[in-house]
């Protein structure tokens, strides 16, 4: 059994509310000590050991909102590459969306997930099921036998649900098993041939433009739904002002429901669209700077529960298009840490705020193991020097599509090492 110290380490642990300068002692699969008293116990035997001096140590990065092509898509991403490029991002478990070809709408698909990722993945690789079948918006799946097989949470992925009857019942039938319904909203009549944030900015690139409401007005009704039904709602992307004043409503009634948001909502917004870079086709659009700095304040609040890079690699076919026909969507695993620390180093979000949107906050949200450094808990941890300087570089990518929003950005904060359940799988 190999014991790995990490000494004079910044242990940063939104779990425990620790934020101090100590050591941590990983044994096996597990962390054994964390904290300023760790080494009252005397340094182990044989140990391994790790000067992090001037280095965070931090809970492993949970992303609860990944695309991935494989099944069916494996040319833009597979679960193994998908793995690769989260843990050079400091991610050490993914929820992964069930937006494949076929759609992960059945049991026989959730177990192909999980044994294609114990196979081939570095990280872990947790399964999101289907809502409905084919992701149709009708007909549900079966919660029950799904959750069974060990989907974490219910989602359409990048599909609205239009009918308030399926959604109703999706939330009551979730109760039952203590699964979460995640729901990406977006009104498909209201959005039509939307491509971008509706606004003057649009209006000068002769865009047809994506107004505030197709987000909010599909939004307040799940909300409604929430509280008439008591189920688990979680809100996967929310990028407008109005969006979270509605969330926040929701929560002082009482109502069950959570909130996240894309690193790219947080990091940019609609004049990054410049002429017409299609990397910055997205969805939900990229909105006004009063919308963006909506969303930093949301998250230091807790009106946003977490923040998630939304990781949707695209092919060149479907990227080097005209805008409007663009396909939208970009990566992000691994500028997720990098971009989100803009919010540390520019004093909007304090440091463990910020860990516990990437971490702690996704695992309790969707039952994950991970998001701490306790005794007793498995090792999932990055190293990371929150002041070294990098550049975004497309050759540097290690996912299989290089759709970043990030090209030649300046990012603070770099990941080191990242170890999941005491194995490590990245060093820099």
């Known amino acids: 059994m190999t014991t790995t110290v990490f000494s004079k380490a910044h242990i940063v642990d939104p779990s425990r509310g620790v934020d101090e300068i100590g050591t941590v002692i990983v044994e096996g699969r597990k962390i054994v000590a964390a904290g300023k ?86 990280v872990n690789i947790f399964p999101a099921a289907a809502i409905t079948k084919g992701l149709a918006g009708r007909e549900m799946t079966e919660f029950g036998l799904l959750r069974e097989a060990g989907a974490v949470a219910f989602t359409d992925g990048r599909h609205t649900i239009s009918s308030a009857l399926v959604m109703r019942r999706a939330l009551t039938y979730a109760c039952d098993f203590g699964g979460v319904i995640a729901h990406e909203t977006q009104d498909a009549d209201l959005a039509s041939a939307g491509v971008m944030n509706e606004g003057l900015y649009a209006s000068w690139l002769g865009l047809a433009g994506i107004p505030r409401e197709a987000e909010s007005i599909p939004l307040e009704r799940d909300l409604a739904l929430a509280r008439l039904t008591r189920g688990a709602y979680h809100a996967a992307k929310i990028s407008t002002a109005m969006a979270a004043e509605a969330v926040t409503r929701a929560k002082a009634d009482g109502a069950n429901v959570t909130a996240g948001v894309s690193i790219h909502n947080l990091s940019l917004n609609e004049n990054d669209v410049g002429e017409y870079r299609t990397f910055f086709r997205l969805t939900p659009p990229l909105r006004a700077e009063e919308d963006r700095l909506a969303m930093i304040e949301a998250v230091k609040d ?45 004093g909007d979000v304090p440091l ?35 002041d070294e300087p990098w550049v975004v570089s497309e050759s540097g990518l290690r996912s299989r599509s290089k759709n970043t929003c990030f090209e030649g950005a300046r990012l603070q904060g770099k990941v080191l090492q990242t170890m999941v359940a005491g194995r490590t799988v990245f060093s820099a």
């Open 352 to 386: 463990l705020r910020l860990i516990e949107t990437l971490s702690t906050a996704p695992a309790r949200l969707f039952g994950l193991p991970g998001g701490t450094l306790k005794p007793g808990a498995v090792a999932d941890l990055a190293v990371v020097d929150l």
């Open 37 to 122: 008293a760790a080494l009252n116990q005397g340094m182990p035997e044989g140990a391994i050991v790790v000067d992090c001096a001037g280095k965070a140590l931090i809970p492993g990065l949970i992303d609860a909102r990944v695309f991935i092509g494989e099944p069916g898509g494996e040319h833009r991403e597979t679960i193994a590459s998908a793995s690769v490029a989260a843990a050079a991002g400091g991610v050490t478990s993914i929820v992964m969306m069930p937006d494949t070809d076929p759609v992960i709408d059945n049991v026989a698909l959730v177990e192909f997930v999980l044994r294609t990722a114990k196979d081939t993945a570095v």
């Open 302 to 346: 807790g009106t946003i529960d977490i923040i998630v890079s939304s990781h949707d690699p695209q092919d060149v076919d479907t990227k080097r298009l005209p805008f409007a026909d663009a396909a939208a969507g970009a990566i992000g695993l691994e500028t997720l840490l990098g971009a989100a620390l803009r919010l540390y180093h520019n």
